[in-house]
């Protein structure tokens, strides 16, 4: 029993971690059809960012409001520089540019803070023990603030005007356009907003995994499974994929194997595509097109 | 301008074949045997990346997988090296089958997601399957090629030669597909799928025809590889080595006859142009790809096509979709 609550809060985590980049992803891929592959490289640089922030000031907090805005006005610029100039370019064209972004961020934060890892202080210390699972306050700021932020992305999806015309774009861009909406400036936004989640969720994770180049890797490709796994442009079902992926991957590494631990995700990618291609939430039509 | 490319093409092959006798140093000839090695991998990319439109970040798994098979079947079961090609095809195939038809109904993304899954799942194989392949630790010494009558492969411009022979055959095959019916409906298919569709040619079974030959093709590459090198770990196999071709391709230029040599030049070349600034290689790397991505986004060699174009037809530079057609016509 306490495994089991100990790998149910392990996976719950991890997959909070798993569901915020893949919720920007899903916003991004929904929005421009754009694979941004640096949302990982994203992450990177957000935990980087709130190491070097968190500690000059000393405060953990701030490092993370300062990663957050930072990384928004790099989805910004990069948006702006790369990707919006390849708009007519073929989807593969995108793919590698993303790829092209992550060794850019990943060589930069290489020759900026060398290979070593950085290690941050959790924000509250200790921990509190639930149902006979070990929890530290670090695991559960990670939850919770996941959480307030989904719940504040789904009201501004649904009920802002903003919002309304990210999903518009989505939906259809020539239908957004009709209507006077501009679906450069909503894609802007929609970058902006998966970078800014991509940061927040690197700063959340800095303390528990360190700071080094290569940290997001895992991240980008695990939010690729999450919105496959959820349907392509599902936010909320990228939410739900990210902790059913978090929880598959924990619990499979405490009752299996920890040694195939990075094999649950695949496998199970593998058999929502022979299952359910169009994913847990897609629409039939969006994946058979 | 076709017949400039193709003369180009094959006044390379003597210029292949003496390189060795040229080229002065063991460092040089070893740098030239990888690009011609990895050159096979990148001919295989590109009939499925760059004629198919088919972005696959699993052929580096299928790379693996075939030097694998060797390096096994040689290392703990005493093959014959020719013996083990068969092998390595057939584990090609079936694993460019199984992508294929998991993934090849659906649209876009889907296939560049799986194949990520499958090169992560290939790496992880090697990696973890620590009976057959050693794990991390690695599996070695493999020995070099077996000889055939009355050639030995024991010298290095030997190895070289037989690498080089391989990576010919390679493009041969790729060149045959290309201008076959088969590389004419995959380039309809990549112009226009719908237009392709309401033709009558079956996208699923062009592409899936496309890919095995390509999965076959770059499990042998790895066959090449890995009595060449003597030595496998999981990094020959690796989700590194997916990125790192598929974007020495793009520079060097996909969906043309020269990219794959020329992406396989950069991709061993440029590491080591960038030695002595190691912390600043992979940044230079990402650099020079959106540089090319962005303003010459056919690659070296396609760019290097579009001036011949332009210099022997002075019309209007054609779009860059009709000339993919013109080409394989």
């Known amino acids: 029993m306490e495994l089991f609550t100990q790998t149910l809060a392990n996976g719950v985590m991890l997959g909070s971690i798993y569901a915020l980049v893949a919720a920007g992803l899903a916003l991004v891929f929904g929005v421009m059809d754009i694979p941004q592959f640096a949302f990982g490289a994203h992450a990177m640089i957000g935990g980087y960012l709130t190491w070097w922030v968190g500690g000059e ?17 790099l989805g910004v610029i990069t948006h702006a520089a790369v990707f919006d100039q390849l708009r007519k370019a073929p989807s593969e064209t995108l793919f590698i540019a993303a790829f092209g972004l992550v060794m850019v961020l990943q060589g930069a934060a290489q020759v900026i803070w060398g290979p070593d890892p950085r290690s941050v202080e959790e924000a509250v210390p200790g921990s509190i023990t639930i149902a006979g699972a070990t929890i530290t306050y670090q695991r559960l700021i990670i939850i ?3 959480v307030a932020l989904f719940v504040g992305l789904h009201l501004f999806l649904t ?11 989505a939906q259809s861009r020539t239908g957004a356009q009709a209507v006077g909406l501009r679906p450069r400036a909503v894609g802007l936004l929609a970058m902006a907003i998966g970078s800014a989640l991509a940061g927040l969720a690197g700063a959340l994770l800095v303390p528990i995994s360190q700071a080094y180049p290569t940290v997001g890797d895992p991240l980008a490709i695990k939010a690729f499974v999450v919105i496959v796994l959820a349907g392509m442009g599902s936010v909320n ?7 059913v992926l978090g929880a598959v991957e924990a619990f499979g590494a405490a009752y299996l194997s920890l040694e195939w631990r990075d094999a649950y995700p695949v496998l199970l990618l593998i058999l929502v595509l022979v299952v359910r291609p169009q994913g847990l939430f897609g629409k039939e039509a969006v994946a058979w097109r | 301008m076709e017949m400039t490319g193709r003369v180009l093409a094959w006044a390379l092959v003597p210029l292949g074949a003496v390189l060795p006798f040229v080229l002065g140093s063991p460092y040089a000839l070893q740098l030239a045997s990888l690009v011609v090695i990895y050159g096979g991998l990148m001919v295989a990319l590109n009939l499925c990346f760059g004629y198919g439109g088919l972005v696959s970040v699993a052929h580096g798994g299928m790379f ?8 096994v079947l040689m290392t703990t079961h005493q093959w014959n090296f020719w013996a083990t090609l068969p092998v390595a095809a057939v584990l090609g195939c079936a694993m460019g089958g199984l992508l294929g038809l998991l993934t090849l109904r659906m649209h876009g993304h889907y296939f560049v997601i799986a194949s990520l899954a499958f090169g992560l799942m290939a790496q992880l194989v090697l990696s973890r399957w620590t009976a057959v392949t050693g ?3 690695g599996l070695g010494p493999i020995p070099t090629y077996s000889g055939l009558p009355g050639v030995s ?6 190895r070289y030669l037989l690498a080089f022979g391989f990576l010919v055959v390679f493009c041969g095959v790729s060149a045959l597909v290309v201008r076959s019916p088969l590389g004419r409906r995959l380039a309809a298919i990549k112009q226009n799928g719908r237009l392709a569709d309401a033709l009558g040619i079956d996208p699923v079974r062009t592409r899936l025809a496309a890919l095995l030959i390509s999965s076959a093709m770059a499990a042998l590459a790895g066959s090449v590889y890995a009595p060449y090198i003597g030595f496998l770990d999981p990094s020959a196999g690796g989700i590194d080595l997916n990125f790192k071709t598929g974007l020495a391709l793009i520079i060097g230029g996909g969906g043309t006859a020269l990219g794959p040599v020329i992406g396989a030049a950069v991709h061993v070349l440029l590491p080591e142009a960038l030695r002595g600034a190691q912390e600043y290689s992979v940044l230079a790397l990402g650099v020079v790809l959106l540089v090319v991505i962005r303003f010459a986004p056919h690659g070296v060699a396609g760019t290097l096509r579009r001036l011949l174009v332009e210099r022997e037809r002075p019309a209007p530079e054609p779009e860059a979709e009709e000339e993919k057609v013109s080409t394989n016509a």
């Open chain 2, 64 to 71: 693996g997988a075939g030097a694998y098979a060797t390096g």
């Open chain 1, 237 to 243: 079902g990228a939410v739900v994929g990210g902790i």
């Open chain 1, 159 to 169: 009920r802002t005007l903003t919002g309304l015309s990210v999903r518009a774009a």
């Open chain 1, 144 to 146: 919770g603030v996941a």
């Open chain 2, 135 to 137: 794990g991390e630790l």
């Open chain 2, 153 to 158: 492969f024991e010298s290095p411009t030997a």
């Open chain 1, 57 to 73: 000031t000393g405060s953990y907090w701030l490092g993370l409001l300062v990663a957050v805005a930072a990384l928004a006005a």
